[in-house]
């Protein structure tokens, strides 16, 4: 298996970017398309049959598109079915159990990456419905963009206007690769230093809240929201970095979130490939900000449930969808909206936008809203304040381990705000004489090594969407 976390995708990248650059360039996107597949194949041999026959439904969709518009309806249906049933199907089972029905009874295997290639074999056919793209006549090329596997199995999301020109045309530069490889292991350091060893306190205090006092709540929500970030924007790092050195741009997802002034600025930075398909296919398509002010509160509201429900059926996620809709559409009629993305009080709207930040993402986290409740509730109702004594209770094995969370987060933090003001050390490495940047790289691999926590650590978060 070339799960993206494992030592065999080192390899499996190291090798491709070996054939890459020894294959002719028109061959190219033929050996991404043998890649992706024997990548999917090692991971979903199933969820890989559905993605062939779910691209080949689309493709002919799009190739009869202009000669029937009812073939855009089947190709859709194609595209979005199987996400659709597989999202409901633990609803309905819920359902039944409360009104002791027997509904969908039956054992259906997760299908890794569904909640990422249906929305882009989705977007290929709306583009090409609009006119926007011409319908591809080789369903090779079309099943090369939809099972690309940098970003099959948690993003970000491409447009296949913007994919494949870049395959038929990748062209590594000198120094992309030290570039890429630095872009990778500092994925690798926010996944195996910061996000495994914070789940090992957040797994335990979600499990069981009222074993724990409010400070060590509080603390846990807050490592959580750090956990996602490092585990989503480690693995994006890693994709990304691995693309570098094939010569691929692909899309940012991350661009220093928790330091947004506002909830619209948040969703500008969060997961920012699923943020812009979500504009361009859903909210845009509802009508937009063209409309009345209720109109459009409605449409940032529904645009928000469909993300909700995108990351899954339960109520969790359609409350934290509901809540960022109805914060950005109340967010929209404060006559400050705009002042406070400046000046000094641009700190205001940090701290608030990180503190609704935080409570959403906690609803997002439980298990189940009794859950979120039961937390939210020692929180409030818990004393104590053992949260940097007791180490032992989060699940952590000693003070050590907690420093090196806590220097690993700071080194995070540290970075992201270096970014916001244009300073990135990568720029200053390549500019640095050679003696310096062996030094460099032997100093981080020892922080790594010695940071790194490589005992059971979990795959990457965002896979199972």
Not at 209 to 226: G, I, K
Request: a positive charge; hydrophobic letters at 50%; aromatic letters at 16%.
């Amino acid at each position: 298996m070339f799960t993206v976390g494992s030592f065999g995708f080192i390899l499996f990248a190291a090798l491709l970017a070996g054939l890459w650059r020894v294959t002719p360039q028109p061959r190219r996107w033929q050996l991404m398309l043998a890649a992706s597949l024997v990548f999917y194949l090692s991971l979903d041999w199933q969820g890989c049959l559905l993605l062939c026959l779910m691209t080949l439904l689309v493709w002919q969709a799009a190739l009869h598109l202009r000669g029937s518009p009812r073939w855009f309806y089947v190709g859709l249906a194609g595209a979005l079915a199987p996400l659709t049933l597989l999202r409901l199907r633990p609803a309905a089972l819920l359902l039944g159990q409360a009104f002791s029905l027997r509904i969908w009874d039956v054992s259906v295997p997760q299908v890794l990456g569904i909640g990422y290639f249906s929305l882009q074999l989705t977007s290929y056919l709306v583009d090409v419905r609009r006119g926007k793209q011409e319908p591809e006549s080789q369903y090779a090329r079309l099943l090369c963009f939809a099972s690309f596997f940098l970003s099959i199995t948690q993003g970000p999301f491409n447009r296949y206007d913007e994919l494949m020109p870049q395959l038929d045309a990748a062209a590594p530069q000198p120094g992309q690769w030290q570039r890429g490889a630095q872009r990778c292991f500092w994925g690798y350091f926010k996944k195996l230093a910061v996000a495994d060893r914070a789940a090992l306190a957040v797994n335990a205090a979600f499990a069981d809240p009222s074993a724990y006092d409010r400070s060590q709540l509080f603390l846990c929500a807050v490592l959580y929201v750090f956990q996602l970030y490092a585990d989503f924007s480690g693995y994006t790092d890693i994709v990304l970095g691995a693309g570098e050195m094939l010569g691929l741009p692909l899309p940012e997802n991350f661009r220093q979130p928790f330091l947004a002034a506002t909830i619209r600025e948040l969703w500008d930075r969060w997961h920012i490939s699923l943020s812009r398909w979500l504009k361009d296919y859903v909210y845009i398509p509802l009508g937009g900000s063209r409309c009345s002010a209720a109109r459009r509160d409605g449409n940032i509201i529904a645009t928000f449930l469909v993300s909700g429900l995108w990351h899954g059926a339960g109520l969790t996620y359609l409350v934290w969808g509901f809540a960022h809709g109805a914060l950005q559409a109340l967010e929209n009629h404060l006559p400050w909206r705009k002042a406070i993305t400046r000046g000094w009080a641009r700190l205001v709207g940090v701290a608030g936008t990180f503190t609704l930040l935080l409570a959403t993402f906690t609803v997002f986290r439980a298990s189940s809203l009794a859950n979120a409740a039961a937390y939210f509730g020692g929180i409030l109702h818990n004393g104590g304040h053992k949260a940097f004594s007791n180490y032992w209770e989060l699940g952590l094995t000693s003070r050590q381990e907690q420093l090196l969370l806590f220097f690993g987060l700071a080194l995070v933090i540290a970075v992201d705000l270096a970014h916001e003001r244009g300073i990135h050390f990568r720029d200053r490495l390549a500019a640095a004489p050679r003696i310096l940047r062996w030094a460099a790289y032997e100093g981080a691999l020892f922080l790594f090594l010695f940071m790194g926590y490589f005992l059971g650590g979990g795959g990457f978060l965002y896979a199972i969407y």
